[in-house]
């Protein structure tokens, strides 16, 4: 069974920091292309980050670039958002997603999703 199990998230001021991680089990982590999504209430899931089978290539959402990286470490079946310059308006749960085909920022060529992590920024 393929799981993405998501961690790292909590409360943080305006301006701070968290690193959320993504552990793979269940499938070839190499092989796979990872996203990373995230969900506000009343809002579509949105495209944040993703990166590449070997780390390499990596795209990030222009509302996030330049405060956010993503980064993976494939020896441990682990991906990582790190979220800087935190933001009211990044609050959302955040979802990690594995992709077998190629990098993409559609949630639709998704084949696996964890079951999220919450962030919520204070002012």
């Known amino acids: 069974q393929v799981q993405l199990v998501e961690s790292g998230g909590g409360l943080v001021q305006a301006g701070g920091s968290l690193r959320l991680s993504c552990a793979a089990s269940?499938?070839?982590?190499?092989?796979?292309?990872m996203g990373w999504f995230r969900q506000a209430p009343g809002n579509e899931r949105e495209f944040v980050a993703a990166?590449?089978?070997?780390?390499?290539?990596?795209y990030l959402a222009d509302s996030v670039k330049g405060r956010f990286a993503v980064s993976r470490d494939n020896a441990r079946n682990t991906t990582y958002l790190q979220l800087n310059g935190l933001k009211r308006e990044d609050t959302a749960v955040y979802y990690c997603?594995?992709?077998?085909?190629?990098?993409?920022?559609?949630?639709?060529?998704?084949?696996?999703w964890g079951q999220g992590t919450q962030v919520t920024v204070s002012s």
């Open positions: 997603a594995a992709d077998r085909r190629w990098i993409t920022g559609l949630r639709d060529d998704y084949e696996y």
């Open positions: 269940g499938l070839t982590f190499s092989n796979y292309a």
């Open positions: 990166i590449g089978w070997g780390g390499l290539s990596t």
